[in-house]
């Protein structure tokens, strides 16, 4: 009935276009609230992706203006003479069928980023990364190219091809570069024609720097040192723990660092091996969802539906938390329930994201210098490590209970065994003691008694045996 009282100065076809934009409205919660969208991410549409609805009577339209989150009202802006059906309509009878062919991947970039900036804003990691991989790689080689151009031989070529600036030189691009801009050119299809098969999926990638030396090695009988270890032994974790402390007496509490950095990196590393959280989840953990008194604690990740979940509270980890406590009140915290439990920095704003680079740059610098660093690993190392101790210790905990404590996508029957109930007191009655047996670690008292006379093999590689 609305379509036959507002169309009357439409077109056939421009009924008909009217009459399946509005089948194709969608109503988005962004960060500047709800409002009405119109979802043309297809290629008869041009690759116009989301178009947010603005008011056609305002002097900024269509690219700016009033939204809307009443449906009436956005669905009166596409019938209205001159409104959204109209002005599509004239767009695709300019362009012709060819409209969508003409879509250069630099300008679909540009609105894929302007859809994220929308939606996640410029902080978020996922808007950073994108950015930085379509404005340093992908842009200056494909940008002025179709992108249904686009196959899997070019692409396949171009990432093969990749290359970046390091100290003045260039270079070859590494495997988490490439599969990074790799990542970023599949979520441009799909956001852009997402009706349509990314013809570019399934390119497979591999890392052939040094491969000529590892096969010299491995037939010269140097297997072990070739071979790159995945987590680490619990002789690693002590020294990996021992240097963390370290690190926090040393190098945090000099002149320079003691007023802006908290000296927590030991405890986040005892955090993150004891856990298996993920580091965007230890930023986010505060007081209240650790409960001590049930032995359990809430994770509330959110990278897939399984990451919000309960998790067993290790024994070896109640010490830490106690010394956590200290640490921070010492240093005029409260610890309220809405506090964080690892604050890495005195007077943050932006607290968790802050937290999250924090924690990764400290963890990387303790690696290095305990000499452990794995390649391409470092704070994700820590979960390693727990998943391979768990699997290890199956007499102490299923493989299923596992996965479910890390949050993985699939973990069978153990989510709607622990993450699914409501009330904690069930959760704790189901969870077996061993659950909180299988991660063992030295106590604080048991490395502060050997700090005194430890120096850091990355310290004695330079010839240091204290700092300057």
Known sequence: MLLSM??????????????????????RRTL???????????RRFGGL????????????????????????????????????AQYIARRRSVAGSGLSERLTVADAADQYLKHLETT?????????????????HVNPALGHTPLVALNRKSVREFLGTLTIRKQGKTVPAALRTRANTRAALLALWHFTYPDDGCPYFGISLTDTRGARARRERI???EVREVIQPKAFDDEQVADILLTAMWYDVHVLKRPCQRSRFVPLTCEALVVAFATGMRIGEIARWRVKHVMENEGVALVAGTKNA??????????????????????????????SPTDHVLPMMYGMENRELRTSKQLIRRIADVMRLSGH???????????????????????????????????????GGATERYVDRTHIDLIVREMPASHRQFIKFPSPAELEARLAEYVPLGMKACGHTQLQ
């Open 6 to 27: 507002t169309a009357g100065h439409l077109t056939t076809e421009e009924a008909k276009l009217a009459a399946e934009l509005v089948r194709r409205l969608k109503s």
């Open 32 to 42: 500047n609230g709800r409002h009405w969208t119109l979802d043309l991410r297809h």
């Open 49 to 84: 992706g989301r178009v947010t609805l603005f008011c056609p009577s305002g002097p900024s339209w269509p690219d700016a203006g009033q939204t809307t989150d009443n449906r009436a009202a956005a669905v009166d802006w596409i019938m209205m003479r001159g409104g959204y």
């Open 120 to 136: 996640l804003g410029r902080s978020h990691n996922t808007y950073i990364n994108r950015q930085s991989a379509f404005r340093c």
């Open 219 to 221: 037939v010269a009988g």
């Open 306 to 335: 399984n990451a919000l979940r309960v998790i067993p509270l290790q024994a070896t980890l109640r010490p830490w938390l106690a010394r956590i406590r200290g640490k921070v009140t010492a240093a005029g915290g409260d610890m």
């Open 373 to 411: 660093k794995i390649d391409q690993k470092a704070a994700h190392a820590c979960r390693n490590y727990h998943a391979t101790v768990g699997k290890l210790n199956g007499h102490l905990v299923d493989l299923p209970s596992l996965k479910s404590y890390l949050g993985h996508v699939a973990v």
